[in-house]
């Protein structure tokens, strides 16, 4: 995993001057977790998630049995492997939550250019592809070509797009609104959009919705009249994982402001530091669902924190 690729070296690297130990003194111990923690700072893992994981890892190191099956380095990345896994997942690892009712209600909330328009086409398809019958509902009215950008994904994904009418072109053209302009209302829209699915048969109703640059209250609160109009089954919080030490903030700002069910990291594919991403799930305590790792509609996987980890680790 590209974003990954030079914490997985630094790890590595950390384990390697343990291999040729037979038994592990404190300060062996101590030696690696200062440069686990290295690794996992220049990462940009947050601060207080390197606190809490390296002292997890120093403890249980410590206390570790003498073990037949495992030599001292063996034992210290299954310690590593495990923890890490707890930090991905916190101990949640689950499928989407549908609705016993259909339509099944998915909300898409991030920053402007997290990746949640390229998520609504790339989940429409892997739903699609499942059985279902996804419809995607053009809730971001704020961005101009927002509403345009979807149906090109939702055509492209074989996926329907329920779009408001007014101010959107047929030929394709950039038509929502001029910058900065809101026209038309983002609530309705939803709750129409919901609406058509329950009339037509939709079984799964993916909602894009505004970001802006940064986090801010006129879009919180937007998101949230959204929320409390349609109640959504999963609230999926899309974070670019190459955003850096402002992962943190913003997941936090958005879990406050809406209070998601699940989150969604994007642009795994790039060559940035991923680790602040990592932090995401450990500090809101939600788990990750989906993972994006590319452009193409294929570039998308369930979320399993265990695999991952190994992945980290590898
Ligand atoms: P939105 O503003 O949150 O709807 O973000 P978009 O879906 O428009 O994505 C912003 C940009 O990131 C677009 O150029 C996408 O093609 C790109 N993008 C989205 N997801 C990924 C991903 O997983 N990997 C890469 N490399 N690019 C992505």
Redesign the pocket.
């Known amino acids: 995993m590209a974003a990954f690729s030079s914490l997985t070296d630094r790890l590595s690297n950390a384990f390697k001057n343990l291999r040729s130990k037979g038994k592990l003194s404190e300060a062996d111990i101590d030696g690696t977790i200062r440069e686990i923690r290295r690794a996992l700072l220049d990462a940009d893992v947050a601060l207080e998630v390197v606190r809490s994981f390296t002292a997890r890892i120093r403890e249980r190191a410590l206390g570790t049995e003498v073990s037949e099956a495992l030599n001292p380095a063996q034992q210290v990345v299954k310690i590593v492997n495990e923890e890490l896994t707890d930090v991905l997942g916190r101990g949640v690892d689950r499928p989407l939550n549908f609705a016993k009712n259909p339509p099944t209600i998915i909300m898409l909330a991030?920053?402007?250019?997290?990746?949640?328009?390229?998520?609504a086409g790339k989940l429409g398809y892997w739903l699609k592809d499942s059985g279902h019958t996804p419809i995607l509902v053009a809730a971001?009215l704020q961005?101009p070509n927002?509403v345009t950008?979807l149906q090109v994904v939702g055509e492209r994904a074989g996926v329907p797009v329920y779009a408001p009418e007014k101010g959107v072109q047929s030929d394709g053209g950039d038509a929502v609104s001029a910058p900065g302009e809101t026209t038309g209302d983002p609530v309705k829209v939803a709750r129409d959009g919901v609406e058509l699915a329950r009339r037509k048969m939709y079984d799964v109703v993916i909602i894009?919705t505004a970001?802006r640059l940064g986090v801010d209250e006129v879009l919180m609160k937007q998101a949230r009249d959204i929320r409390d109009a349609v109640n959504p089954n999963e609230i999926l919080f899309?974070i670019d994982a190459m955003i850096g030490q402002d992962a943190v903030q913003t997941a936090k700002a958005f879990d406050e402001g809406v209070d998601f069910t699940g989150v969604v990291l994007?642009?795994?594919?790039?060559d940035a530091r991923g680790g602040a991403a990592l932090s995401v799930a450990s500090v809101t305590g939600k788990p990750i669902l989906f993972a994006?790792?590319?452009?193409g509609l294929k570039?998308f996987e369930v979320f399993h924190p265990d695999r991952m980890a190994s992945r980290i680790l590898d």
Request: proline share 0%.
């Open positions: 991030g920053l402007q250019g997290a990746g949640k328009t390229t998520l971001d961005r927002a950008q894009d970001g899309v994007s642009k795994l594919d790039g994006s790792t590319g452009e570039d």
